[in-house]
């Protein structure tokens, strides 16, 4: 063993046994100093955000997000209330969103919900879904996003569980499962609809276009993601309307029509760039890669198929970048 690895070895050992030497009364007063200093430094606790199924806005961004997780643990450990360690766990959990650290956003949110109850229980079972997801986690998706459905449902929140159950349709439909795919989205349109939540809605409509394209149901593909377009912009654009702008340029690449999948292609990438929506962002240059490598420009082809790889690897995208390994 080297020196250096040796005295670090020691070293912990040491911190643990000098930690289990303090009196539980006295462990917890030195958390709550240590939480109380840290909180100060950061200019004093953030106001506490609404967490919903209806809402993906985050909370506020604050000087205390990168810590956050320390100072979640140090509530624990001090016995200080679960609503004060739960906002804390929340901002670790969106703070590693950030990082594109989709493992540590999944077991933060998970921790959250084990704090809370009802729909906010069902709030933050569904961000970790999602992470879940796009962590290339697919069973631990649906499991957290199945949980986060009952407790919707038993609460008789229709308009709550139609968000979720388009989560899960997602899953479904990026897991290959199409005609279950298509069963689950269906009654979440019109639940959505009904309960007046457009953008979910528009979400949804769009994931039935893509099923309808990859089970060569071309024009309807094209209706779909046409309408969805039109409900975007009556909401302000946004990433739907942008995936929705990228998703009618790959039907528009299928059927042969390069020049208009180009156009479409580059009005998405810069939607998307100016939302910082780098995963998406990543796909359009994935699909514009398609495009260039169709009309012969091979090395631009391999310029963009890199640039894609190179933003799903840093974004934690697993199944993106094999589709680029697959495609390219």
Sequence with gaps: MHAENAYLFRHALLRDAAYQLQMP????????????????LCGGRPTAAALDVLSDDPAP???CDPFARELAEHAAAAGMKSGVRAEYLRRAAEFAQRLFATADAERLWTDMAGLLQ????AAALRF?????WHGGRPRRAWELLSEARE?????????REAVIMG?????????GRMEEAEKLLEPAIERSRTAGNRRAEARDILNLGN????????????RVFVETLTLCESLGGGRVAAMAIS????LETATGHMDEAERLLDHAIEIQRELHDTRGEALGLENLAIVHRATGRTESAERLYGLAMDIHRRTGGRFDEASVRAIG
């Design 25 to 40: 009364g006295d462990r917890a007063r030195l958390h709550g100093i240590a939480f109380d200093l840290i909180e100060q």
């Design 61 to 63: 961004r604050h000087a």
């Design 118 to 121: 009802g729909l906010e229980r």
């Design 128 to 132: 970790a879904g999602v992470e879940a």
């Design 151 to 159: 407790i919707c449902r038993g609460a008789g929140d229709e308009g």
């Design 167 to 175: 989560n899960l349709g997602t899953v479904l439909r990026t897991s």
């Design 211 to 222: 099923i309808y394209h990859a089970t060569g149901r071309t024009e309807a593909a094209r």
């Design 247 to 250: 998703d009618l340029a790959t």
